[in-house]
Antibody, heavy 117, light 107 residues
Framework: QLQLQESGPGLVRTSETLSVTCSVFGGSISGNGFYWNWIRQSPGRGLEWIGNIYYSGTTNYNPSLRSRVTISVDTSRNQFSLRLTSPTAADTAVYFC?????????WGRGTLVTVSS | AIRVTQSPSSLSASVGDRVTITCRASQDIRNELGWYQQKPGRAPKLLIYAASGLQSGVPSRFSGSGSGTRFTLTISSLQPEDFATYYCLQDNSYPYTFGQGTKVEIK
């Protein structure tokens, strides 16, 4: 059974880069037809789709974050990752990873990342 | 980006009530919309995909309908475990966008 598990630092300084990793269990990240997504949720912004990646490395990003976001995949570790540069307090959120296939999303439990100076 | 407007933002209902939540998209998204239930501290859980497809394991009291720009989620007989927040998500085009959520509370 597919499970996704996010891991992150918990607290990030505004001078650092926010990095979160999603580990995939019970399925291959290299499977055809699956897109691997990052989504975040905060009280002020609700649910926000950040972007996704295919195992080949093709990415799609939300234009609102494109200049600061990089999503990458490591097929050897069955993981994909999110990097967000120049974080501010507005980037404080629960970050979820999710697998999508034809509109069906399977989510991880999420990890809270707090940005503080 | 496609805007998704969800209504109402909250509602109070009793066990056994029929509940309807609506999402409207700012442009035609065919049937590419899903419905999610979220409880506090948990990840959203998929209820309905492709506007009307019932996800495996989800009770049949949940149903979805609509296409184009107007979509509805209906709970035919509200159960105690259904008190939660519900979201729609359009996956027709990037960036994917969510409705603002509907909190279903106990009357």
């Amino acid at each position: 059974q597919l499970q996704l598990q996010e891991s992150g630092p918990g607290l990030v300084r505004t001078s650092e880069t926010l990095s979160v990793t999603c580990s995939v269990f019970g399925g291959s990240i290299s499977g055809n037809g699956f897109y691997w997504n990052w989504i975040r949720q905060s009280p002020g912004r609700g649910l926000e789709w950040i972007g996704n990646i295919y195992y080949s490395g093709t990415t799609n990003y939300n234009p609102s974050l494109r200049s600061r976001v990089t999503i990458s995949v490591d097929t050897s570790r069955n993981q994909f990752s999110l990097r967000l540069t120049s974080p501010t307090a507005a980037d404080t959120a629960v970050y979820f990873c999710a697998r999508e296939e034809l509109g069906i999303f399977k989510w991880g439990r999420g990890t809270l990342v707090t940005v503080s100076s | 980006a496609i805007r998704v407007t969800q209504s109402p933002s909250s509602l109070s209902a009793s066990v056994g009530d029929r509940v309807t939540i609506t999402c409207r998209a700012s442009q035609d998204i065919r049937n590419e919309l899903g419905w999610y239930q979220q409880k506090p501290g948990r990840a959203p859980k998929l209820l309905i995909y492709a506007a009307s497809g019932l996800q495996s394991g989800v009770p049949s009291r949940f149903s979805g309908s609509g296409s184009g720009t107007r979509f509805t989620l209906t709970i035919s007989s509200l159960q105690p475990e259904d008190f939660a927040t519900y979201y729609c998500l359009q996956d027709n085009s990037y960036p994917y966008t969510f409705g603002q959520g509907t909190k279903v509370e106990i009357k």
